[in-house]
């Protein structure tokens, strides 16, 4: 015969294993919505962005930054703020987009060629021969203040075999230039 005491105390260890299950479903709950509101950040940022600027028909234009600590470069969006070194450099790409802005290719047997500028004499952009390519580096002064969202802009107009054009089209990114890393010291003795 089970004694009330007996019950009791196997209700109890039932109630215990129902709340560490529980636990366990909330902290999961928790987890999940920490991370949809991450996902809902970084899609409004997105968003943003998209909304802020106008999305350049024909050309997407990006930075790539070689990291010094790694073998690979990582593609970097400039829209969002590209931030170069005082000291550094970059490389702006042009690439092809359709109407609807999805990746596309330049005609087989076309060239093509872009005009590469700054809205900033601090930012140097200087074209390479491939035509869709450029160095972009921080030209700053000793004492300057560091420039802030500098357009670089590039003008690109491809041409057939057949020698008609296609273009020209205009891409920008904005880039701000930011102290480097140090590079010596200083000593003031008051």
């Given at each position: 015969m089970t004694t009330v005491l007996e019950v009791c105390e196997e209700l109890i260890?039932?109630?215990?294993?129902y709340s560490g299950r529980?636990?366990?479903?909330?902290?999961?709950l928790s987890e999940q919505t920490i991370a949809m509101s991450a996902l809902q950040q970084a899609v409004q940022l997105i968003l943003s962005a998209v909304a802020g600027s106008a999305v350049p028909?024909?050309?997407?234009?990006?930075?790539?930054?070689?990291?010094?600590?790694?073998?690979?470069?990582?593609?970097?969006?400039?829209?969002?703020?590209?931030?170069?070194l005082d000291n550094g450099t970059a490389l702006a790409t042009?690439?092809?987009v359709d109407s609807l802005g999805e990746p596309t290719t330049a005609p087989t047997g076309s060239t093509s060629a872009s005009v590469f500028t700054s809205s900033d004499p601090e930012v140097s952009v200087t074209a390479n021969p491939d035509g869709l390519t450029a160095a972009v580096a921080a030209v700053?002064?000793?004492?300057?203040?560091?420039?802030?969202?500098?357009?670089?802009?590039?003008?690109t107009t491809i041409t057939n075999s057949d020698g008609?054009?296609?273009?020209?089209?205009?891409?920008?990114?904005?880039?701000?230039?930011?102290?480097?890393?140090?590079a010596g010291t200083s000593i003031a003795i008051a």
């Open positions: 260890a039932g109630q215990s294993q529980l636990a366990a479903i909330e902290l999961q028909s024909g050309t997407v234009l990006t930075l790539t930054r070689g990291v010094a600590l790694m073998a690979a470069k990582r593609v970097v969006k400039a829209s969002l703020g590209f931030q170069l042009v690439s092809f700053v002064s000793p004492g300057a203040p560091l420039s802030q969202n500098v357009t670089v802009t590039a003008v008609s054009t296609i273009g020209p089209f205009t891409s920008t990114d904005q880039v701000n230039v930011v102290s480097g890393g140090p």
